[in-house]
């Protein structure tokens, strides 16, 4: 079973297992094709069946895994298809959403948004997928925020969630990895110069050769 991670107490049973259940598909803990129960992932937890059946239910709506009669739950797999048709919807949303926002984002989170991209700079650098691929969310997700549209965060944040982890690992042994974090600080230095549009160039090209 996979080492998750001790399911923080002052969230609700159903959200807090949700959120461990979905890092641990991204990061591979849970295998694509692999079935699990709701029984068996609620011992893994020291817990009770229900708000892992919950849970794993709010993880079927979001596509991240599918529901197995009279067995559990099958994490889903993710083929190049899949990864073509996200990183498209991800294009369509993100590149304009950038240019509208630039002028807005306040001189004074500019720090805040250069510190974010530090740190995915540096987890590239250092070969840490895992972290890599929460600070990368993280940027992105902070960046849509100024757009005023939840709608458009949560989408973008399921889109994330179902590109997985086992993406990065090739991305990282080439050396890519490394220029997508750059990218990042590229993006910030637009952003402080208010230039809306090559930051909406830097983000389609960022999303096609992360």
Same mark, same amino acid.
């Given at each position: !079973?996979? #080492?998750? *991670?001790?399911?923080?107490? +002052?969230?609700?049973? +159903?959200?807090?297992? *949700? %959120? *461990? ?8 803990? !849970? ?20 708000? =892992? ?12 895994? @599918? $529901?197995?009669?009279? %067995? ?26 950038? +240019?509208? =926002?630039?002028? @807005?984002?306040?001189? %004074? ?15 590239? @650098? #250092? ?10 969310? %993280?940027? &992105? ?5 100024? *757009? ?15 590109? +997985? /982890? #086992? =993406? ?7 050396? #890519? ?6 990218? &990042?600080?590229?993006?910030?230095? /637009?952003?402080? $110069? ?17």
């Amino acid at each position: !079973m996979p #080492a998750f *991670a001790e399911i923080p107490k +002052r969230e609700g049973l +159903r959200v807090s297992v *949700a %959120r *461990a259940l979905r890092e641990a598909i991204v990061s591979g803990e !849970m295998e694509p094709g692999t079935v699990y129960s709701a029984p068996s992932l609620g011992q893994r937890f020291g817990i009770s069946a229900t708000p =892992v059946r919950e849970a794993l239910l709010d993880l079927l709506g979001e596509g991240l895994v @599918s $529901a197995v009669p009279n %067995r559990g739950f099958r994490v889903a797999e993710v083929s190049d298809q899949d990864l073509d048709e996200i990183t498209d919807l991800r294009l369509l949303l993100e590149p304009p959403a950038i +240019r509208r =926002v630039t002028a @807005s984002i306040p001189g %004074r989170d500019v720090p805040a948004l250069r510190g974010l991209a530090q740190e995915t700079a540096g987890r590239a @650098s #250092a070969g840490d997928l895992v972290g890599y691929h929460h600070a990368d969310r %993280r940027f &992105h997700l902070r960046l849509l925020g100024y *757009a005023g549209n939840q709608r458009l965060v949560d989408l973008v944040s399921r889109l994330c969630d179902q590109t +997985r /982890l #086992a =993406v990065l690992a090739p991305l990282a042994e080439h050396g #890519a990895l490394v220029a997508g974090g750059a990218q &990042h600080l590229e993006l910030v230095d /637009l952003i402080e $110069a208010g230039d809306g549009a090559a930051a909406e160039a830097l983000m389609e090209h960022h999303l096609v050769h992360p």
